[in-house]
């Protein structure tokens, strides 16, 4: 079934992943199966090591599965090589890390237009690459701090910019690892608030890894994993089913604690 099927932005099928080898080989993932429909909000949760961020990994590209399938946003990974793999990551997904990943040595606008480095024939003029930062930055809230590095900035500041690169080139998915994780509580309910409204107004998906539930109880969907499985909530949506986006609205995501 092609990956956007049923408005099915990623499928997964039967997904193992293992590191090392011999006697030090540990198995992360032991047959995960998987879809995320256009406009979801879901999380992902499990304690540490359970297996959740080399799965959003795999689904962004980050990472590469032993065995199984993997569809994402139209794409099969199998046969779509570097290059195409590059520019879908690129272009059509957002990536939010618990750490930022921010350069220390460029200002808060350059940071955000770094995608416009690597898009296939530039992202157009550099006139149009920095008004497009400079309206990323001010859909969340910064920019009037363009012209100030990282270190300047409080952790909540610096996820907001992270937030700003990810949406530059205006992605379909976003994929989030523990986003408030290095966040105090009223910082970290400011910035699920902001994917709130980035997919409220946007309609971009986004799968959130967590192990707070206080963030992943007002997801749309969660799915539990643990020991590398999927133990709780409806991973697989076959045709015929129900979409959840199609019989409510995406729940308000606002987060009252804290990732770690």
């Known amino acids: 079934m092609p990956a956007e099927s049923h408005n099915t932005v990623v499928r997964l099928r039967d997904i193992h992943k293992a590191y090392g080898s011999g006697a030090a080989r540990t198995e992360v993932l032991r047959g995960v199966s998987l879809d995320i429909r256009a406009g979801e909000v879901v999380a992902l949760v499990g304690q540490s090591g359970s297996g959740k961020s080399t799965l959003l990994n795999i689904v962004g590209g980050l990472d590469t599965a032993e065995q199984g399938s993997v569809e994402v946003l139209g794409t099969d990974y199998a046969a779509a090589g570097d290059e195409r793999l590059s520019r879908l ?49 001010g859909r969340v809230g910064l920019a009037e701090l363009a012209a100030r590095r990282p270190s300047e900035l409080s952790g909540g500041q610096k996820q907001r910019v992270a937030i700003a690169r990810a949406l530059f080139h ?5 994929l989030c690892d523990e986003p408030t994780g290095n966040l105090d509580t009223e910082t970290g309910r400011e910035v699920i608030d902001l994917f709130t409204d980035i997919n409220r107004d946007d309609g971009v998906t986004l799968l959130i890894v967590t192990h707070e539930e206080r963030v992943s109880n007002t997801a749309g969907r969660v ?38």
């Not at 350059?110 to 149009?128: C, D, E, M």
């Not at 205006?170 to 976003?174: D, K, V, Y």
């Open 170 to 174: 205006r992605p379909q998915l976003l």
């Open 223 to 260: 799915i539990r994993i643990a020991d590398g499985l999927i133990v709780e909530g409806e991973a697989v949506l076959e045709p015929g089913e129900s979409d959840p986006a199609d019989e409510a609205p995406a729940r308000p995501v606002k987060a009252e604690g804290r990732s770690a």
């Open 89 to 137: 990551r690129n272009d059509r997904i957002g990536f939010v890390f618990q750490s930022f990943n921010l350069l220390d040595h460029l200002t808060c606008l350059s940071n955000v237009v770094l995608p416009g480095s690597f898009a296939r024939g530039h992202a157009g003029s550099r006139k149009a690459v920095k008004e497009r930062g400079l309206e990323v930055l």
